[in-house]
């Protein structure tokens, strides 16, 4: 029988990292201190990943504390060796890009680009846009937008450039900062920049998973576009991204596991022709809330009512 006093650092390790990933957006104070407290050595491999995102987006998005995330960055990518991921590297750079360390921001992206069989032009633009996205929720309006167009300036000819290559990556970072700046404030909807943003941002992450994504992201992808459009104001481009989205779970769904998916898409279909003063907004409200009734979920329930409710006000901010 083993001695209970002493402590199985695998399993320490693991327990930390669950709890901390359990509650980081809830409550990040405690996050941040489980996080602090976790010893890399004893996280399971297969989970250095998981804690690589946390660094970044705990200590270094929420807190600010960026040297601290590159030090744990340094010691996660050691302890990873020859086993570190593509993930693991995009998120060493991104903590190395905002900390300001060139060297080492240099090295893992060459590391990442090696990894992934992509270009390191590629895996540079990853990791700024990495770093957006990591940062954009403390900039104002015109800040925010303007980082944003920045970073997105040599995606364009990447979608020309051979090789899937990093591409599922760029769709799910795009898709975060446009997740963003979706939930800004309704005062900042009219800034330029920010709209210019919101409208590439959907764009381009369509383009990627167009190109290297699954049925279900090519869904979602439209279900951001749906979102994009209707926060925009543009209710015709609204209803017509969800009803591409609705198209895609018609033709693939046939067993109905998507049905969240299908009540989010309902809510931006009825958004859209609200907006637009198309007919059937009634018809796909009463949709989306006959699926949401089925929810059966406490955080999807929060969810559907969030985002039932920031309709709302978006409708009344575009005088509809």
């Not at 705990?58 to 040297?67: I, N, P, R, S, Y």
């Amino acid at each position: 029988m083993s001695d209970p006093t002493v402590s199985n650092p695998a399993i320490d390790g693991a327990a930390l990292l669950a709890q901390a990933d359990a509650i980081h957006d809830d409550e990040p104070q405690r996050a941040l201190e489980l996080l602090r407290d976790l010893d890399v050595a004893s996280v399971p491999m297969g989970r250095l990943p998981r804690l690589a995102f946390l660094l970044d987006h705990v200590l270094g998005e929420k807190f600010d504390l960026w040297a601290e995330a590159l030090a744990g960055q340094r010691r996660l990518v050691a302890q990873a060796g020859l086993h570190a991921t593509p993930l693991i590297f995009r998120h060493a750079a991104v903590a190395a890009q905002i900390a300001g360390d060139a060297l080492l921001a240099r090295t893992w992206t060459q590391a990442l680009a090696a990894s992934s069989d992509a270009p390191v032009a590629k895996a540079r633009a990853l990791v700024t846009l990495g770093a957006v996205a990591f940062s954009v929720s403390r900039q104002g309006a015109e800040s925010a937008g303007r980082l944003t167009l920045q970073a997105l300036q040599p995606v364009a000819a990447l979608h020309a450039m051979p090789g899937p290559g990093l591409d599922a990556a760029f769709g799910a970072v795009i898709n975060n900062i446009a997740s963003d700046l979706i939930e800004r404030r309704l005062a900042d909807l009219g800034q330029p920049d920010l709209r210019t943003a919101l409208q590439l941002t959907a764009q381009h992450s369509q383009r990627f998973w167009d190109r290297a994504g699954t049925w279900v992201n090519r869904e979602r992808a439209h279900y951001l576009s749906a979102m994009v459009a209707n926060v925009l104001g543009e209710g015709t481009q609204g209803a017509f991204n969800a009803r591409a989205g609705l198209a895609l779970l018609d033709a693939h769904d046939a067993a109905a596991d998507e049905n969240v998916d299908r009540a989010f898409l309902e809510l931006e279909l009825s958004m859209g022709l609200r907006l637009s003063e198309q007919p059937g907004q009634a018809d796909a409200l009463a949709r989306a809330q006959a699926l949401a009734a089925k929810f059966d979920d406490a955080f999807l329930d929060r969810w559907f009512a969030d985002r039932s409710a920031r309709n709302e006000a978006l409708a009344r901010h575009h005088g509809r």
